[in-house]
């Protein structure tokens, strides 16, 4: 085998880089800011055009953004980023060079064909579907198309990604059992195998019906089917977040994990069982019994959740015990306070922690509740659910690790610093908020994907709380808030891309403290205690305890139904 | 680290720290506590989803309402025929593009069997103010054994998209104190 390809030796990190996985790193990376610039401003217009006092679109604009919001930001960002994720956790960890460069820039051209084609047929103005173009909404055939070209692009990066932890396996690039944040990644691939073999068996179909071949598309059967696509879609992204939160705590801080079992066992629960989850969306559906809710949607006795609760622990646990090795031992919470709050690959890492857990999480698990689900589906409490975990998880965090990939893998210093250090704080802060007042309108009853809630020219209105228009309104604000944040982000990484001063040898960035290299020994008496980060688990455990019963006790005063 | 392979080789075979197994102990067991809530509210709780549906098309589910409608409409507003069906009976409401209809009156305390289905596409039955949302398909007949048990007009939103139409797609529903009508 050739094994002559260029590469360089990172000088900060002593990682060897090489020059075919660098530049699809750097390709697929600089696509998904632009469609994340992009999607992003769609969703700016939609929270603006549901603030009642600024109402900004007209009703078919409203649809066809909304529609342009999901598919640019849901699918288009996130996969284009994960597959910069995936060539990062094999080519740069495994110090190995990408299997069969040639297939992966194939899958790029064809996700990106596929994602300026669905563009396109939405802006068109005939494929206004939503994000889940449920049948019998019928979209453009190109719309569809789109679609399927990208999940095929996204496949060959998979397997891509699958050759390279062979190869390097077989090079013998690295000793012993692969990182773990390449296990984590490799959870994510193997999801995203699922995920698009489920997309290929409804929108094929689907694509077909939409010119005529096939008739009829069972409402239900779709739903079910798509819903394999679309929620473990997410699951993508959770088992490729929480590999990127131990990325970050690895190279900012030197972290290691408490326990490689553990953590590798949670990961391997979400192989098993986040697929599931399609359940999630069918709760109140007909001709589904109770029985297969009730199952399904818990994950086979949340046993996804369970993998998710450790993850909740052992990432500030290791961010722990890997301070405390440095001597921040003061008290409980030293190690926190003392932490780089000023650097934002940390800052950002730890706000998407923090916000996908206590909203994402909990909410989450609170609306999947068979019974639950009845005082909750499809109002707005939806996305508010889905913008704490997609975007307050994952986007933060795939934007925290931006700031390691610009020095580490453009070798650019980052322009702008002060922006970069506050960017975290304001998006995060402009998230929370779109995620707790979309929340609190959906407990009053507003529906998600609606245009105008007070429905002027109904014949039969009806007219919403008072406090419900005051809640869109401040997601409003928040939405603005989270747009400066975001373009302040595409500002600094497009920026510093272009105009950021060149790492040759520098050693000034992503620096890990050798000391904190030996943070833990598994087992041994070293093993520090984390008392802090027990505290912090206990609180969040109370909150979702409460959260969980306070729902239970909404949904016994509605009328009985059986 | 997280980004190295473990330091050593044998990781499986490490001990798992306290504060960890403490942790996954508990996490499992109120996994267990959420998964038998749910059973548990199947027994002895008052809110729970019918499994009762059937397929049917939308002429037959049509037919059946009109039915309904024919038999106990008892004034009409905005163009709608109001319904007061006896306590106990079978209720229809349809869904179609972009109304819900008839306008239904209910008794407070009294006991129906509400079907829901589609004319053509899917829908989102949003009751409101009490929040009760259920998806509506065509095709799919779905009973609901209802007991309204607050009186007042309760407005009928739809909250699956369906359309440039969506937003005005609104009904009403009232509940009445027994034997009166509105």
Redesign the interface.
């Known amino acids: 085998m050739a094994t002559n390809e260029q590469y360089r030796i990172c000088q900060s990190t002593g990682l060897r880089v090489y020059k075919s996985a660098e530049n699809l790193i750097k390709a697929n990376a600089v696509v998904a800011v632009v469609f994340l610039a992009i999607g992003g401003l769609f969703g700016l217009m939609v929270a603006l055009t549901r603030w009642k006092a600024v109402h900004l679109l007209p009703?078919?604009w409203f649809?066809l953004v909304l529609t342009a919001h999901g598919i640019n930001v849901l699918i288009v960002w996130i996969i284009f980023f994960e597959m910069a994720v995936l060539y990062f956790a094999s080519a740069v960890?495994l110090g190995c060079r990408l299997a069969t460069p040639r297939w992966a820039w194939a899958g790029f051209v064809l996700m990106l064909i596929g994602a300026i084609m669905t563009n396109v047929a939405v802006l068109q103005g005939d494929s206004?579907v939503?994000f889940t173009s449920?049948v019998?909404?019928k979209a453009a055939p190109s719309f569809y198309l789109g679609i399927i070209l990208f999940a095929v692009g996204a496949l060959v990066g998979c397997f891509v990604f699958f050759g390279t932890l062979v190869l390097a396996k077989q090079e013998r690039t690295?000793?012993?059992?692969?990182?773990?944040?390449t296990f984590g990644a490799t959870v994510a691939a193997i999801i995203a195998v699922f995920t698009i073999a489920s997309g290929a068996i409804i929108l094929i179909p689907t694509f077909l019906w939409s010119f005529g071949y096939i008739s009829h598309i069972?409402?239900?059967m779709y739903?079910t089917i798509w819903w394999g696509l679309g929620h473990s879609s997410q699951q993508i992204n959770v088992a490729a977040h929480i590999s990127i939160w131990?990325?970050i705590?690895?190279?900012v801080l030197?972290?290691?994990?408490?326990?490689?079992?553990?953590?590798r066992g949670a990961f391997l629960l979400y192989i098993l069982f986040l697929q599931l989850a399609s359940a999630h969306h069918?709760?109140?559906?007909?001709?589904i019994?109770?029985e297969w809710k009730?199952f399904n949607t818990?994950y086979a006795?949340?046993?996804a959740?369970?993998g998710s609760?450790?993850h909740g622990?052992?990432v500030p646990?290791?961010i722990e015990a890997a301070q405390r090795k440095k001597g921040f031992n003061n008290g409980l919470f030293e190690w926190l306070r003392k932490a780089p709050w000023g650097n934002p690959a940390f800052s950002g890492m730890f706000i998407s922690l923090i916000l996908f857990g206590f909203l994402g999480g909990i909410s989450g698990?609170v609306m999947g509740?068979?019974?639950i689900?009845?005082?909750?589906?499809?109002?707005i409490y939806v996305p508010g659910h889905f913008h704490a975990t997609v975007v307050a998880g994952t986007t933060l965090a795939f934007m925290a690790v931006t700031y390691l990939l610009v020095p580490l893998i453009f070798q650019r210093e980052l322009v702008l610093p002060g922006w970069a250090k506050v960017q975290p704080y304001v998006f995060g802060i402009g998230v929370a908020g779109i995620s707790l007042f979309m929340m609190g309108a959906g407990?009053?009853?507003v529906?998600?994907?609606?245009?105008?809630?007070s429905?002027a020219?109904?014949?039969?209105?009806?007219?919403?709380?008072g406090a419900a228009n005051l809640m869109m309104g401040l997601n409003g604000l928040s939405a603005l808030l989270a747009g400066v944040g975001g373009i302040m982000f595409v500002v600094v990484v497009v920026g510093s891309i272009l105009f950021g001063k060149k790492i040759e040898s520098s050693s000034e960035v992503a620096k890990?403290d050798p000391a904190a290299?030996v943070a833990t020994?598994?087992?041994s008496e070293e093993?520090p205690?984390?008392p802090g980060?027990?505290v912090l688990?206990a609180v969040f455990?109370i909150s979702?305890?409460l959260y969980?019963y306070v729902n239970?006790k909404y949904?016994?005063e509605?009328?009985?139904?059986? | 680290m997280s980004v190295t392979p473990p330091q050593q080789k044998v990781w499986w075979n490490e001990p798992v720290p306290k504060s960890e197994l403490i942790w996954v102990i508990v996490a499992f067991i109120w996994g267990l506590i959420m998964f038998f809530m749910m059973v548990y509210w199947h027994a002895y709780g008052e809110q729970n989803l019918s499994n009762e549906s059937y397929r049917i098309t939308a002429e037959d589910y049509s037919a059946k309402t009109e039915a309904m409608v024919e038999k106990y409409t008892v004034r009409e507003e905005s163009g709608y025929p109001v319904v007061h069906p006896p306590p106990g009976s079978d209720v229809y409401l349809i869904a179609r593009l972009w109304q819900w209809w008839p306008i239904l009156e209910l008794e407070k305390g009294q006991t129906y069997r509400l079907h829901l289905s589609s004319l053509d596409w899917l829908h989102g039955f949003s009751l409101q103010p009490v929040n009760i949302n259920v998806q509506v398909h065509p095709d799919y007949e779905m009973v609901i054994t209802t007991t309204p048990d607050v009186a007042g007009e309760y407005g009928i939103v739809c909250n699956e998209y369906c359309g440039i139409g969506h937003h005005q797609m609104l009904g009403r529903l009232y509940v009445v104190d027994n034997g009166e009508s509105k």
Do not use: C
Not at chain 1, 174 to 181: D, M, Q, T
Not at chain 1, 447 to 453: A, L, S, Y
């Open positions: 009703a078919d649809y960890l206004s939503m449920y019998p909404l690295y000793e012993g059992s692969v990182p773990l944040v069972d409402t239900l739903r131990y990325l705590s690895a190279v030197g972290a290691k994990p408490l326990s490689e079992k553990v953590s069918l709760l109140v559906d007909p001709g019994s109770s009730v818990s006795i949340y046993l959740v369970l609760m450790i622990l052992t646990g290791q698990v509740v068979e019974q689900n009845l005082i909750i589906h499809n109002t407990t009053l009853g529906p998600r994907r609606h245009w105008d809630i429905q020219d109904a014949i039969l209105p009806y007219d919403f709380p890990t290299e020994k598994y087992g093993h205690s984390v980060t027990l688990v455990f979702f305890v969980y239970w949904l016994a509605i009328w009985p139904l059986r």
